[in-house]
């Protein structure tokens, strides 16, 4: 892992695993502020399993998904995955703690504002861990390169069996 890679991911993730540190600590908090957003999550999580969750159960899953993955992403354990638990984590807090389109008041929609455009640069900056590959080939490439590959392979075998039939059909005559 590079230098870069061994400094950024710590601090990228430091504001998740603090952010998700503060769901247990200010639980109440966070239930209440999150009420637009937990309604739909409980809804749709009982309409698909008929499983009923609490508000509190769920807070305390986004920030333990928070602190677990930044955790993991800071140590550079599945960091593609980790960075995509952060990034899934912050559309729920974004949307729930910083809605500055319903903020009356120019100075808190501006503060709110500020502290939307910061998640969304977090939630940038997990998307880039997401995909970086450390600069090895990625899935896609590995695949698209074996597909050439067994390509020009059969491509060969087919030509050495049509002349293996040739000269079969040759020694026949």
Avoid: C
Wanted: hydrophobic share 45%; charged share 20%.
């Amino acid at each position: 892992m590079s230098i870069v890679r061994r400094l950024a991911r710590p601090m990228l993730a430091a504001i998740y695993v603090t952010g998700g540190i503060g769901h247990f600590k200010g639980l109440e908090h966070h239930v209440q502020l999150g009420q637009p957003v937990l309604e739909p999550v409980r809804t749709t999580v009982k309409d698909l399993t008929g499983v009923e969750l609490s508000d509190e159960l769920l807070v305390k899953a986004s920030g333990a998904a928070m602190v677990g993955a930044g955790t993991m992403f800071a140590l550079g354990r599945l960091p593609r995955l980790s960075s995509a638990v952060l990034a899934a984590t912050m559309v729920p807090t974004t949307l729930a703690g910083h809605a500055f389109w319903k903020e009356t008041d120019p100075q808190a929609r501006q503060m709110q504002q500020i502290q939307f455009y910061k998640n969304l640069g977090l939630a940038g900056g997990a998307l880039l861990g997401m995909v970086d590959t450390e600069g090895k080939p990625g899935l896609k490439h590995r695949a698209r390169a074996q597909a050439t590959l067994t390509r020009r392979e059969l491509k060969a075998l087919a030509t050495q069996a049509a002349l293996e039939a040739r000269l079969a059909a040759a020694k026949a005559r």
